[in-house]
């Protein structure tokens, strides 16, 4: 990558760096994880081979292999082979981030209906029931926030 193309080479792993701190912090996942989807992210050609990334992320080829499973496996990368290649390459998916979006937004809504399942066990204590309410109450604020995006995108 050179200047006239885009960023440094040193640039664009700083940021990879960036990606693979806010991946770990904001999602649990190993920094690793992070580094694979930066760099699958920012990378050129876009599909590149576990030696390719393992050279540009300065990661074990053991370490990589885990990783790049998980990522295959949750659908945020894909694996493949050009015709009348033996090499395997990676590529993050085109819908890649509307699949986490997805996976978070049904996390709340599961949340949602899991409070509102305990808002009707029949607390008497008005703190409990103010807690679990506050949960329920904020999933569907987010809900309705999202329903009506939905609705002016349509």
Not at 30 to 45: E, F, K, N, Q, S
Not at 98 to 109: E, M, P
């Amino acid at each position: 990558m050179s200047a006239q193309d885009g960023p440094e080479r040193e640039q664009v792993l700083e940021w990879v760096e960036r990606v693979a701190t806010f991946v770990s912090a904001e999602w649990g996942l190993a920094p690793i994880t992070g580094r694979v989807l930066g760099w699958l992210m920012a990378c050129d050609p876009p599909e590149q081979t576990a030696d390719d990334i393992a050279g540009a992320i300065g990661a074990s080829r053991a370490s990589l292999t885990t990783n790049l499973h998980l990522l295959t496996s949750i659908k945020l990368i894909r694996r493949f082979r050009k015709p009348g290649e033996r090499n395997v390459y990676y590529q993050i998916e085109d819908d890649a981030w509307s699949k986490v979006i997805r996976q978070k937004l049904a996390a709340f809504t599961a949340f949602g209906e899991l409070a509102a399942e305990g808002l009707r066990m029949g607390w008497a204590d008005e703190a409990q029931t103010a807690r679990i309410r506050s949960a329920r109450t904020s999933m569907a604020a987010l809900a309705e926030v999202l329903d009506r995006t939905a609705a002016t995108h349509d």
